[in-house]
């Protein structure tokens, strides 16, 4: 893909955890849900999904937070930046947190889910609206909808 201009870096508020990631997202995401909504202090949350083996905690160690289930969310231990998230069951992809990248102006959701939550007045330019998740066979079609759409350079930068 062109355009991506990796490796991106990253890190939580006060610097105490960095990230790299060197490979472009599978698929961008807001979500709604009032979890996220909670965990963010905001109307919704957003989420770049890479690729595992592209993504790495480069300084510190960041601890979980949110619910302690299956799915870990991970924090700075020191700021509690919300920075990424490993879901339950689906170890191939990491969430980033995308404002935890030094450089986020690229981002943009490509699909929002739990919309069934979302307070009224909260608006993405998402494609792809979901009132929970896309069933999981979806994710396959939506990811090469994603790669098809930032090939041509749309949603890698602030004005496509």
Known sequence: MSGWNLPWFGGC???QVRIEVSAPPLLTMACHCTGCQRMSSSA?????AI???AFQITQGEPIIGGLHGGTRHYFCPRCMSWMFTRPEGMDFFVNVRPTMLDEAGWFRPFIETYTSE???WATTPAVHRYEKFPAFEEYE???QAYARLTER???ISPDP
């Open 13 to 15: 508020r006060c610097g």
């Open 44 to 48: 919704f949350s957003l989420s770049a």
């Open 51 to 53: 690729p595992s083996a």
């Open 118 to 120: 979302k307070l009224p």
């Open 141 to 143: 079609g939506l990811t």
């Open 153 to 155: 350079g749309i949603g």
